[in-house]
């Protein structure tokens, strides 16, 4: 019984302070990045390279003075930051860093709720998202929040419903709705040299699961709800210190989440990447797929810095337009055509 | 055993607030606050597909339309129009019958309790083959009701949209 609980509790502490640890280490990269595409040199003052920025930021945010304004719903502010947070990890309870592994005759799965629900429960745990941006927008009691919180749900809601649609697409490929399952179903190789990742199956769904990621995260092209030239800072308007830097974190955690899910359920999840099974005799398999899984995420979270320094903000009615008129039908279309295949294939 | 009790009392504290709020905001935010905690108690009654599909569907989308129905109306408007036609105790009547007739249901009916164990273990293939195969007339009824109304919102807006161009609402 104490085993369980400690193994269950080492389980939670290290599914949690992985995306928290990397958490300074994204925001240097962001930051270095923009400046590396802008060809300028970015924070580079603060520790080798800059890395220790991060920590000062840290620092800074932790002794600035709190102010909260006297018109807003004092309960309701205070919560959204907390409430963002939470929603944000609760999705990683449910996400698998490696392959179970058994260590003295016990089977130990890294996830630490697991439960026959699989990727329904990340998707639900994700979908509560909008939530903490609308309750911030709201009890901040302010134009400039409510206008952006409104645009952030509309938003969120929209392309949940297409990346919802790719996900049943993806769901008749693997046949089931287990992660590990899934990730087992791409370990396996096409024409003897590419592996079977979900995206040679399935490249549409992918193009619009990576549109809905960087809608869902709130990321440039999409990040229509700060605004900066229209709404100042959009839902955190009022929010200065730790309860701002709260939300930011919210942002990456919901970024890292998010790139999880898509690397399990288009790009091969923890299978070993090429050339890293040569570590084997070294490193325990578990370390190395979790390695690969972080990297891969790690690529993924350049390519959100890569987009948001090349590509200009959407208009509202273009982001409407691209949700509802274009990425939803050719959902659909492609959700057809893959059911269509798998059922003339059996 | 705790955690069945705690989430039916956390889920009726908060339908209670849902109905007595004064501030709808409040109300709205209770009713996510029940939609989650009776997803737990279709987790805990080993329904696991269900309470994925609650949250999914009522706390991820359905609540999130009450929210923006209520952010985007100026409800002061509507609260006036209520207090003149004087619906109050109307609408109490009506409900304390509601009420009522359920717990009589409740009262005279020996419900057998099934214990845990004895409850069906459903996963999706479970479900899927019952609502497709055993109910698959009134599944698809119920969704021909949904497309009828949907039909019949954008016909009325589509309506009431032309109105405004010809300039006929005065």
């Not at chain 1, 299978?271 to 398999?285: D, F, R, V, Y």
């Not at chain 2, 002061?76 to 004087?86: A, G, Q, V």
Request: with cysteine; net charge neutral; proline share 5%.
């Amino acid at each position: 019984m104490i085993n369980e609980i400690l193994i269950l509790l080492a389980k939670v502490i290290i599914i949690i302070l992985i995306p928290l640890g990397v958490l300074p280490l994204i925001i240097h990269v962001e930051r270095r990045g923009a400046a590396f595409i802008q060809k300028r040199v970015g924070p580079n003052r603060v520790g080798p390279f800059g890395l220790l920025q991060p920590l000062a930021d840290v620092v800074k945010f932790m002794f600035k003075e709190e102010v909260a304004p006297s018109h807003v719903r004092p309960f309701f502010y205070k919560l959204a930051p907390i409430f963002a947070v939470m929603v944000a990890l609760m999705p990683l309870a449910s996400i698998p860093l490696c392959a179970p592994f058994i260590i003295g005759g016990e089977t130990i799965f890294p996830e630490s709720f697991r439960s026959s629900m699989g990727i329904f429960y990340v998707f639900a745990a994700a979908s509560l998202g909008s939530y903490a941006i609308l309750i911030a927008g709201w009890a901040s009691n302010n134009k400039f929040s409510m206008l952006g919180a409104i645009r952030a749900s509309a938003q969120m809601v929209s392309y949940e419903l297409s990346m919802s649609i790719t996900l049943v697409a993806m769901f008749f490929l693997y046949g089931t709705n287990d992660l590990h399952q899934m990730v087992a179903y791409q370990n396996e190789t096409i024409l003897g040299f590419l592996p079977r990742w979900g995206f040679f199956y399935q490249p549409i769904a992918t193009v619009i699961f990576l549109v809905g990621i960087f809608a869902e995260s709130n990321r440039l092209p999409f990040d229509l709800a700060e605004g900066e030239s229209e709404l100042v800072a959009g839902y955190h308007v009022e929010y200065s210190s730790m309860k701002f830097a709260l939300f930011f974190m919210a942002e990456y955690i919901h970024m890292i989440v998010l790139s999880a899910v898509f690397i399990i359920l288009f790009f091969g999840g923890y299978n070993l990447l090429p050339g890293m099974s040569l570590l084997e005799n070294m490193i325990p398999l578990p370390i190395l797929q979790t390695a690969s899984l972080i990297i891969k995420v790690g690529l993924m979270i350049w390519l959100f810095v890569w987009v948001r320094w090349s590509l200009p903000r959407l208009r509202y009615d273009q982001l409407m337009d691209l949700g509802w008129k274009r990425l939803l039908p050719l959902g659909i279309i492609n959700l057809i055509i893959t059911v269509a295949f798998i059922y003339f294939q059996k | 055993m705790a955690i069945d009790i705690l989430l039916t009392v956390i889920c009726s504290i908060f339908a209670l607030v849902v109905v007595i709020s004064s501030n709808p905001m409040v109300s709205a935010f209770s009713l996510l606050t029940m939609f989650v905690a009776m997803a737990g108690i279709f987790f805990q009654l080993g329904s696991t597909f269900i309470s994925a599909i609650q949250v999914l569907v009522y706390a991820g989308a359905i609540a999130i339309l009450f929210i923006f129905v209520l952010m985007l109306l100026n409800i002061d408007d509507y609260k006036k129009h209520l207090s003149r036609n004087n619906v109050k105790p109307i609408v109490g009547i009506v409900s304390a019958m509601v009420l009522l007739g359920v717990f009589s249901i409740i009262i005279t009916n020996n419900f057998d309790y099934l214990s845990k164990d004895q409850l069906p273990q459903t996963n999706m293939m479970d479900l899927f083959k019952e609502l497709f195969e055993k109910y698959l007339v009134p599944f698809e009824l119920a969704t021909m009701l949904l497309l009828a109304s949907v039909v019949t919102v954008v016909s009325m807006l589509k309506k009431s949209l032309g109105n405004n161009e010809d300039g006929d609402q005065a």
